[in-house]
């Protein structure tokens, strides 16, 4: 049963040859089993899981009609604002912060009828690439227990992988869905920019920031972004786009498709069993009829540079009301006014966030913003024209979506820089706004799961999707899952 | 009174827009709510929330800019500005800083020396009107016994319009005409209630002064006034910040000079009337300044402009001139007056002029009658008992009577809610005159009155005032213009012979 996809799930209480009910004991007795080992999760309430399944058993016994994820046990990075739930950031700063509100996308699973099962761990505020700068626990691979299971969303990631929830829903900043997704064997998306509500996800860099789902295939993922997508008149980045029908149309070939391929993704540092697998991948599109085409983003070797001046800059600001004075974590004793901010933040902070809160502060500070904050943003500028030109000759862009399988744990916490270029690949995506998902496409030899990104112009959802889709109906990666106890 | 020096005054204003709703949220912006009664998750920075811009806000301080002549941007953006504080529940507040969405614009005042007598118009420049969130509310045990500092946070997030005038001010009375002027137009065409009281109008004086001194003009240090809380109290502050600068620079002429020092905050200690320095500005604040990214940009398009030109109706400026020119006629001052009361006044007279047809008898009329009462009875015009029709037929059927009469008769209006031809026969007043029997009294006073007469003739023409004083008595409520007239001619007559 935990193995199934969420479709698979929705379709066998519709055959009445599972309850909603008996599907969320299942996942719940293997959060039980293996999340001892994995630590996917920072919060899982049994009791509220099973009483939203009983609420949909009874639903459809009245014959009332049901959302479109009816039943489906769905795990939620701690990011995202749950009403009456802690959430926590994976930071000290939120321990004990219960929002009074939902995440629209939260209201949106509710709507759809979703087992919500639990919060997951997170890299604290979601900066970082492994999770292991939570403030509670580090997640394991669910492939290799020793290894990291990518970051920021290495919870929802290590979650679906270990099928201890159906789906999840992560967050994607420079990649920290695609990355966790590529690392855990899992079909992971980042939309375009404004594609997804951000009103109730905790803000890291507002520019950068989208909702998407992790998921087994790309079925599940496209069934999840129709629920989760559209027009939220509470953020005003969100765009008024009507949301395609992305089920619907997956499995329509793609004609004439062109892929584009960056040279720039095939450089330095990349592992090479990464490669094999990736150009593997592009060898079977052309088994399937595509044109594979180089294209060129030349300002791409800029785009972690970039990334990390616009958003620590926005972090800095972001981050400026966790002050213990209103809510959340506030120094023991009686300090003065700046004391008390400076206690407060210092303990309540683990030491990446306050890095870049530093760095971003660094940034925009007078003196030095013209030559880090305004350059960085016209830069971005040529980043975001570098895939409108190549947009024009290509339908999509693909390439690795992480230039290692999943590293050791501690691998690469005494070097901040080397664990900002895991993201190499998909940060640019963010900077440019465009859409990128991350499918299975292979293993390493030592059996770590390998993933292929495929990146999109703005809005083009459901184009990506089918050409996911067209790639994993001819190859059977995304049916492994690994072994647990 | 000439100083020894010049006045330089830059100010900023501040003003809360009559919104019922907050800049970014929905909660309401009503002053003296119990505290923290008026906000929510978006207005307190909770995590995870947004921004959205109410769009009735930004409408209202586009008719405000236009209002000040300003010109306004096709795209406009919003900006964060960095600091602690905590008032400010985000910790920055939203603002707007390269690309405010108005710019360049003026207010035209009267920098009269004797503003009741002339009027000297003089427009003072202003740099930009800009929208931004209000912060909250701190407030601090002054006992001294060290209780807990409070925070509410009802004014977060009220829709601000700054507006930052060029150093163009250059005297206390100027600086008081600009607010005055800022004050009426504003309330004028409904951005806002600006009650100085209530902190819905705030101002900040940039000062410094310009001397003469060997051969040239020497420049003070710039320092900013804060904790102004009356136009009195800005006229003030100006005046004393002036001197004390003057009497700093008499100390020491070569280093108290503009760019020497950072700019300095002052506050008004408006019961010691001085201004107390309160830190040099020397770790200028870095407001670390960048664009909102959880905001649109705002584009402004001719239509929108022109529909808050629509809405903005008459400004004062417009108003006194039409007020000066036919069918009203009103002097300077007269226009002035009048318009400083409010444009439900300005109709109000505007309904009289239009049964009586004089409109300078029309507003001394009211001066003399209606403001008075007003005043008396603590009301506002629209809640006056007598309408503009009322009042207008009141002047027609006393227009022959006394000026006493007149009063008598007003008041006995008010007071029992008659009409004016009701309360003048219950006063027994005789307004129907024949011009012969009046006549006939004025010989018969110039008949009992020969000493007097013989004083007039020798040209004590006061005298003439104990001749008419004898006609009223026997014409009791005789119209007091035409008696004068009838005498004045039948003296002229004697003076011939």
């Known amino acids: ?485 | 009174m000439s100083l020894p020096y010049k006045i330089v005054v830059g100010l900023e204003v501040h003003v809360q827009l009559l919104t019922n709703t907050k800049l970014f949220c929905g909660c309401s912006t009503k002053f003296g709510s119990p505290p923290n009664s008026q906000v929510c998750p978006v207005c307190i920075g909770m995590p995870g929330t947004l921004p959205v811009m109410n769009r009735k806000a930004f409408d209202l301080a586009l008719r405000a800019a236009l209002a000040l002549n300003c010109s306004i941007a096709e795209f406009t953006k919003w900006d964060r500005k960095n600091y602690y504080y905590p008032d400010l529940p985000k910790n920055y507040q939203i603002s707007q800083y390269d690309l405010p969405f108005s710019y360049e614009g003026f207010l035209e005042i009267n920098a009269a020396a004797d503003p009741k007598k002339e009027y000297t118009p003089k427009r003072i420049g202003l740099f930009r009107a800009h929208l931004e969130e209000d912060a909250g509310k701190n407030t601090h045990d002054e006992s001294g016994r060290g209780a807990d500092s409070k925070v509410d946070l009802n004014r977060t997030g009220t829709p601000l319009l700054e507006i930052v005038s060029k150093p163009e001010i250059n005297s206390p009375e100027e600086a008081k005409a600009y607010l005055e002027e800022i004050r009426l137009m504003l309330r004028e065409i409904g951005v806002s209630d600006c009650e100085m009281q209530e902190g819905s109008l705030r101002c900040d004086a940039n000062v410094n002064i310009h001397i003469e001194h060997e051969g040239g003009i020497a420049a003070t240090p710039l320092v900013e006034v804060k904790n102004l809380n009356s136009i009195t109290s800005v006229g003030r502050a100006i005046a004393y910040e002036a001197e004390r600068q003057y009497k700093e620079f008499k100390k020491d002429p070569v280093n108290y000079r503009f760019g020497n020092m950072f700019k300095t905050t002052a506050g008004w200690n408006d019961v010691k009337g001085i201004t107390v320095i309160q830190r040099h500005k020397e770790n200028a604040s870095d407001y670390r300044y960048f664009p909102e990214p959880d905001l649109v940009p705002v584009v402004v398009t001719p239509s929108e402009v022109q529909a808050a030109k629509m809405a903005m109706g008459e400004l004062p400026s417009e108003q006194r001139k039409r007020l000066q020119s036919a069918p009203f006629n009103l002097t300077q001052y007269d226009s002035q007056v009048l318009t400083a009361k409010g444009r439900r006044m300005v109709t109000y007279y505007e309904e009289v002029t239009a049964v009586i047809g004089d409109g300078k008898q029309v507003i001394n009329r009211m001066s003399d009658l209606v403001m008075g009462a007003l005043n008396d009875r603590k009301e506002e015009i629209d809640q006056f008992p007598l309408s503009s029709q009322t009042f207008a037929d009141f002047m027609k059927k006393t227009a022959s009577i006394t000026q006493q009469g007149r009063r008598d008769v007003f008041n006995h209006m008010l007071e029992k809610g008659t009409d004016a031809a009701t309360s003048i026969k219950e006063l027994g007043i005789q307004t129907d005159f024949d011009e012969s029997k009046l006549l006939q009294a004025v010989l018969e006073a110039i008949a009992a009155n020969g000493p007097a007469v013989e004083d007039y003739k020798k040209g004590k023409t006061a005298a003439a005032n104990r001749i008419k004083g004898h006609v009223m008595k026997t014409a009791k409520g005789a119209p007091n213009d035409v008696v004068q007239r009838l005498l004045e001619a039948e003296l002229a007559k004697l003076m011939g012979t």
């Open chain 1, 1 to 485: 049963m935990i193995e199934r996809t969420a479709a698979e799930l929705i379709a066998l209480q519709a055959k009445g040859e599972a309850t909603a009910e008996a599907i969320t004991d299942a996942f719940l007795a293997s959060i039980k089993a293996r999340d001892g080992e994995v630590k996917a999760y920072q919060f899982v309430d049994e009791a509220l899981a099973r009483e939203q399944a009983k609420a949909v058993d009874a639903k459809r016994k009245s014959g009332a009609k049901l959302g479109a994820l009816a039943g489906v046990p769905i795990a939620i990075k701690d990011v995202l604002c749950t009403k009456g739930l802690p959430t926590t950031c994976s930071s000290k700063m939120l321990q004990n912060f219960i929002p009074p509100y939902d995440a629209h996308v939260i209201e949106n699973l509710k709507a759809a009828d979703a087992v919500l099962i639990g919060k997951t761990n997170m890299d604290e505020f979601a900066m970082g690439s492994s999770t292991e700068n939570s403030a509670y626990k580090t997640t394991r691979n669910p492939w290799d227990l020793e290894r990291i299971p990518g970051g920021s969303s290495g919870g929802s990631a290590a979650a679906v992988a270990a099928c201890e929830a159906a789906c999840s829903l992560g967050t994607d900043t420079g990649g920290s869905i695609r990355q966790p997704a590529s690392l855990c064997g899992i079909v992971g998306i980042k939309p375009t920019y404004g594609r997804v509500s951000r009103y109730g996800l905790i803000a890291f860099a507002s520019s950068l920031d989208q909702v998407g789902p992790f998921t087994h295939d790309v079925t599940d993922n496209a069934l999840l972004m129709e629920v989760i997508s559209g027009h939220d008149p509470r953020d005003s980045t969100s765009v008024d786009e009507p949301v395609p029908a992305y089920t619907k149309t997956l499995n329509t070939p793609v004609k004439g498709l062109t892929i584009g391929v960056a040279r720039e993704y095939f450089g330095e540092g990349l592992d090479p069993e990464v490669e094999a697998s990736v150009k593997q991948a592009l060898k079977e599109y052309e088994k399937l009829g595509a044109t594979i085409k180089e294209v060129s983003l030349p300002h791409s070797k800029y785009a972690v540079a970039v990334y990390y001046i616009v958003a620590t800059a926005e972090a800095s600001s972001n981050l400026a009301r966790y002050d213990g004075m209103h809510y959340g974590h506030r120094a023991k004793g009686k300090h003065d006014l700046i004391a008390t901010y400076s206690k407060s933040r210092a303990e309540g902070f683990g030491k990446e966030v306050q890095r870049r809160i530093m760095l971003g502060t660094y940034a925009l500070s007078s003196g030095y913003k013209d030559a880090y904050y305004l350059k960085a943003l016209k830069v971005r500028r040529l980043i975001k024209n570098d895939f409108d030109k190549a947009f024009e000759s290509c339908d999509v862009v693909m390439g690795p979506t992480a230039p290692t399988p999943a590293f050791k744990l501690g691998e690469k916490t005494a070097d901040p820089l080397s664990m900002y270029l895991s993201d190499i690949y998909t940060i640019s995506c963010n900077l440019a706004g465009i859409a990128g998902i991350s499918i299975p496409c292979g293993f390493s030899k030592t059996g770590l799961p390998i993933g292929l990104q495929i990146q999109a112009p703005p809005f083009a959802e459901e184009k990506m999707l089918q050409v996911a889709r067209m790639y994993e109906a001819a190859t059977d990666w995304h049916t492994k899952r690994p072994k647990l106890g």
